[in-house]
T-cell receptor, first 115, second 112 residues
Framework: GAVVSQHPSWVICKSGTSVKIECRSL??????MFWYRQFPKQSLMLMAT?????????EQGVEKDKFLINHASLTLSTLTVTSAHPEDSSFYIC???????????FGPGTRLTVL | QKEVEQNSGPLSVPEGAIASLNCTYS??????FFWYRQYSGKSPELIMS????GDKEDGRFTAQLNKASQYVSLLIRDSQPSDSATYLC????????????FGKGTKLSVIP
């Protein structure tokens, strides 16, 4: 149990375009999902907390107008990187909690490369 | 500012030895503690959770928690080359949020 999927697993796009990443909880409902970013050889950085039916909570320094998060159902959260630039190239990972505890299960990640 | 500290390593141990990974946290009110394993280029995988003082064993893994010392550790017995990865310590403050504070991770290398 507690399986989280992400789509796509990797994406290459041109600078200035927008990219949408999906995060799904496959065998449980998640009122809260988390979006992280990880640059090579660096630690996980929490970008935002996605709340079903309400606005996401962004961490300090993360531009909410650039990283649009939508959590429209209990099993799906999406992250849209708008007007992507090469510096947005990174490994984007989502996670979700299957129960009323703090255990988070991670999706496999999406590797974004912006040319 | 809640902090979780780990030795970045690399920690090198010979195959078959015990690997000991350590973590300290700053928030005394923390309630839940987790160890994740992350292979290079992959996302983190939950391997252990611990909520009360003492030891918790799962196969070759043992998590140890000492809330008085604000210290949590992970022991890996009979280390295998496949255990070579970065191990992340994560802490939840139990204040109603499910957010985790992660350490920067310890890189473990198991030498055949």
């Amino acid at each position: 149990g507690a399986v989280v999927s992400q789509h796509p697993s990797w994406v290459i796009c041109k600078s200035g375009t927008s990219v949408k990443i999906e995060c799904r909880s496959l065998d449980f409902q998640a009122t809260t999902m988390f979006w992280y970013r990880q640059f090579p050889k660096q630690s996980l950085m929490l970008m935002a907390t996605s709340n079903e039916g309400s606005k996401a909570t962004y961490e300090q320094g993360v531009e909410k107008d650039k990283f649009l998060i939508n959590h429209a159902s209990l099993t799906l959260s999406t992250l849209t990187v708008t007007s992507a630039h090469p510096e947005d190239s990174s490994f984007y990972i989502c996670s979700a909690n299957p129960s009323q505890g703090a255990e988070q299960f991670f999706g496999p990640g999406t590797r974004l490369t912006v040319l | 500012q809640k902090e979780v500290e780990q030795n970045s390593g690399p920690l090198s141990v010979p195959e078959g030895a015990i690997a000991s990974l350590n973590c300290t946290y700053s928030d005394r009110g923390s309630q839940s503690f987790f160890w994740y394993r992350q292979y290079s280029g992959k996302s983190p995988e939950l391997i252990m959770s611990i909520y009360s003082n003492g030891d918790k064993e799962d196969g070759r893994f043992t998590a140890q928690l000492n809330k008085a010392s604000q210290y949590v550790s992970l022991l890996i017995r009979d280390s295998q080359p496949s255990d070579s990865a970065t191990y992340l310590c994560a802490v939840n403050d139990g204040a109603g949020s499910y957010q985790l504070t992660f350490g920067k991770g310890t890189k473990l290398s198991v030498i055949p």
